[in-house]
């Protein structure tokens, strides 16, 4: 079939670029303003008990959350000043009605907590107007210029103020993103490809992902809530897959040209049945990957999901349609532009190169290769047997973001950092009340136990803890918090910050088997219909892990034990955030398979020919070891960018995947691929009778690159 599809597309060339660069152009109008139409936050689970208790209060009291903290202070006057009471009365009192469910002041309940050691400064707690996250970052947009009129200094802390901070850092950093990338992409492409027509390929894909990814998000939020990560996802992967696509494609057909001078319309039909199958296989794959995080409850992590496959398959759409257009069009001018010093030739390389020698030099000593690579891996990712877990903070933002700064302000001018949680009792009578908080006030750490509000038999209480809100200690307090009986008769939920971490590390626990069981089902089902083994399909998940678990330790070794932070620019903050991993895992399973179906098509096409196990892997780690460097070199450089972002989990997923990408595509792939390819021998391509004769009729194969052989026919009748 996509034979056929190459032959259209070499006969309707005009029209089909025509068409696919006018759908990029209407993409680029839709995607305008993306980012600022996109959520916030998203990293709540409806069903767990800090969600419940939320919507409970909400419904019974209206919102009583701490949602943003105004710090007011002044050099010259203390609070006790009469004038600085009637500033912050005023500015509070100005605050529009709509945007706020309660202000509440030092004035009103005299707690010491809210006031600055030196009496120059007051805390002003203020509780949002709003039903949904957006609400509330609305509300909080709506008072913050009124409050900032003040004669007195403002600043702004808070989980809003640290949402509104992410959301202006993100549209910062994704723009950095882009302008790093770009001219190095350019550069190294220019290097890879020896021309300045060719290596504009893969920027010409690359637009038309990202582009038509963006307004594919647009439309999609006018249906769902899709976090403001979004966008981030589809130029890391949108970019980074248009690039390999764009070199797999190019590469092949610059190989078939050479291979039959003079009839470009053959060369790109064998081109699309060869590199075009492949690029839509690993396309597939990393879709597949990216779908898994669908499964999980949270806004942020579906997001990640629906940003990630539409990157990918619009990416694989243009790679099938418009760059084939262009190199129809193109044909032999498709190395115009030549770099001189660059120059070498284009031909089909020799199977017996400097990639096969490593090749054959590693099946020499397979078991040697195979449990020397994995034993240096398992190092690298040791550190990961040691994690902690947490969620966002205003550590996740720069030192010099207003909210990081005004939280360390609340933290060293007012005392030690204290942590709350919002407990929502339904049904108890004076004295059982009495003495439930009476046992709350004796766990463990707790300092303070009030009541905020009551209406009926349902009363509102906070306690309070010192220390911050995502450390193992105060998940601990929660933890003991809800191990307390609640009174006869009566209902006892734990909300809060840190009721939030606890509840997203046990939604992300019960939804995570079912990720990876989709993942790894999808992986060996496509697999096996790529290569027609049951063995293989293991080993490359097999594979994939030690890359990926690899690049978990490096991670926690900077992020959560806190080395390297001076030089990349970040606060440690002793745990990682709890769905990093998650994403990370989706899309380094996906982009980790693109190399290995691109690798192995090759190796089969050989095995096909040969029946020699070892040639085969030879000639394939020849024929695509300059390619998969290539490409994950471009892909790095993508994936590097992001990691210059000032927002700590952006910035460790960009150093996460640049890690895996390069251990999957240099020490997996060239030694511990062949070594335990050597190691299986046959068995490589097994399969049980009835699974290999039904792939024999129905699988999926590229056809052998044999330059012996006679030119396919273009389908007749196209």
């Known amino acids: ?81 009469a004038g600085f009471e009637r500033e912050v009365e005023r500015t509070v009192d100005a605050i529009p009605a709509d945007s706020v469910v309660s202000v509440l002041t030092w004035y009103d309940v005299e707690d010491p907590a809210m006031v600055s050691k030196d009496r120059h400064a007051t805390a002003v707690y203020v509780s949002l107007a709003g039903e949904t996250q957006n609400d509330f970052i609305d509300s909080y947009d709506e008072l913050r210029p009124v409050v900032e009129t003040s004669s007195l200094d403002v600043a702004f802390a808070g989980p809003y103020a640290v949402y509104s901070d992410v959301n202006e850092e993100t549209k910062s950093d994704l723009l950095r993103a882009e302008l790093v990338s770009m001219p190095i992409v350019l550069l190294l492409s220019l290097i890879i490809f020896r021309s300045v027509v060719a290596a504009l390929m893969p920027l010409l894909v690359g637009a038309v992902a990202v582009l038509g990814a963006r307004a594919t998000i647009a439309g999609l939020n006018e249906l769902v809530d899709v976090s403001i990560f979004a966008p981030n996802i589809i130029t890391l992967l949108g970019l980074g897959l248009a690039i390999d696509y764009a070199l797999f494609v190019v590469s092949r057909f ?93 031909a089909v390389e020799t199977d017996h190169g400097a990639w096969a020698r490593l090749a054959a030099a590693v099946m020499r000593r397979p078991v040697v290769v195979a449990v020397g690579v994995v034993a240096v891996l398992l190092v690298v990712a040791s550190p990961f047997l040691g994690v902690k877990w947490g969620s966002v903070d205003y550590r996740v933002l720069p030192d010099d973001t207003p909210s990081h700064m005004a939280a360390e302000r609340l933290n060293s001018e007012f005392g030690a950092e204290r942590s709350t949680a919002n407990v929502l009792v339904t049904g108890a009578d004076e004295a059982g009340l009495a003495s439930y908080t009476k046992e709350l006030g004796a766990v ?60 997203l590390a046990e939604s992300v626990g019960d939804h995570l088997p079912l990720m990876g069981l989709i993942v790894i089902s999808v992986m060996l089902v496509l697999l096996f219909l790529a290569f027609g083994s049951v063995v293989l399909p293991l080993k490359a998940v097999l594979m994939n892990a030690f890359s990926i678990t690899a690049s978990f330790g490096v991670v ?113 792939r060239a030694l511990l691929v062949p ?33 012996a052989a006679e030119p396919a026919k273009v389908p007749a009748g196209v």
Request: proline share 3%; hydrophobic share 50%; glycine share 10%.
């Open 556 to 668: 926690t070794w900077i992020f959560s034990d806190g080395h390297l932070a001076d030089l990349l620019g970040f606060t440690p903050q002793g745990f990682l955030d709890l769905t990093n991993p998650i994403v990370m895992l989706a899309v380094l399973f996906g982009l980790s398979m693109d190399y290995e179906v691109f690798l192995l098509s090759r190796v089969r096409e050989q095995w096909d020919a040969t029946g020699d196990n070892d040639r085969a892997v030879q000639t394939g780690v020849q024929k695509t070891g300059r390619i998969i460097t290539s490409a994950a070199l471009l892909l790095a450089v993508v994936i590097g960018a992001f990691s210059l972002s000032g927002v700590v989990f952006m910035k460790m997923l960009g150093l996460g995947m640049l890690v895996a990408i390069l251990v999957d595509a240099t020490v997996v």
């Open 1 to 81: 079939m996509i034979e056929r599809w190459g032959a259209l597309v070499v006969r309707r060339a005009v029209v089909v670029l025509l068409v696919g660069l006018g759908i990029t152009a209407a993409a680029a109008i839709a995607g305008i303003g993306l980012e600022d139409k996109l959520s916030a936050g998203g990293f709540d689970d409806p069903g767990t008990e800090s969600s419940r208790e939320l919507s409970l209060e909400r419904d019974t009291f209206g919102n009583r959350s701490i949602d943003a903290i105004i710090l007011f202070s002044s050099d010259d006057a203390t609070v006790d000043d």
């Open 254 to 346: 610059r190989e078939e040209i050479a291979r039959t001078p003079g009839d470009t319309r053959q060369a790109l039909v064998r081109t699309m049945a060869t590199a075009g199958r492949t690029v839509a296989f690993s396309a597939l794959t990393v879709a597949a990957a990216m779908s898994s995080l669908l499964v999980f409850p949270q806004t942020f992590l579906k997001s990640i999901g629906y940003g990630g496959i539409a990157a990918v398959l619009i990416a694989m759409v243009a790679a099938l349609t418009v760059l084939p257009a262009a190199l129809a069009l193109l044909g032999t001018r498709i190395d115009a532009g030549r770099i001189p010093f660059l120059q070498r030739s284009a």
């Open 444 to 503: 463990p750490g707790v300092v303070d136990v009030r009541p905020v509000q009551a209406e009926g038999d349902t009363t509102l209480l906070r306690v309070a803890w010192r220390g911050n809100s995502q450390t193992e200690q105060s998940q601990q307090v929660v933890r003991d918090l809800r191990a307390v009986d609640s009174p006869a008769g009566s209902e006892a939920l734990v909300g809060g910050l840190t009721a939030d971490t606890v509840d």
């Open 675 to 707: 070594a335990t390819m050597k190691l299986l021998g046959r068995w490589n391509w097994w399969a049980p009778g009835p699974m290999a004769r039904w792939w024999e009729r129905h699988g999926f194969r590229e056809e052998y690159d044999d330059p």
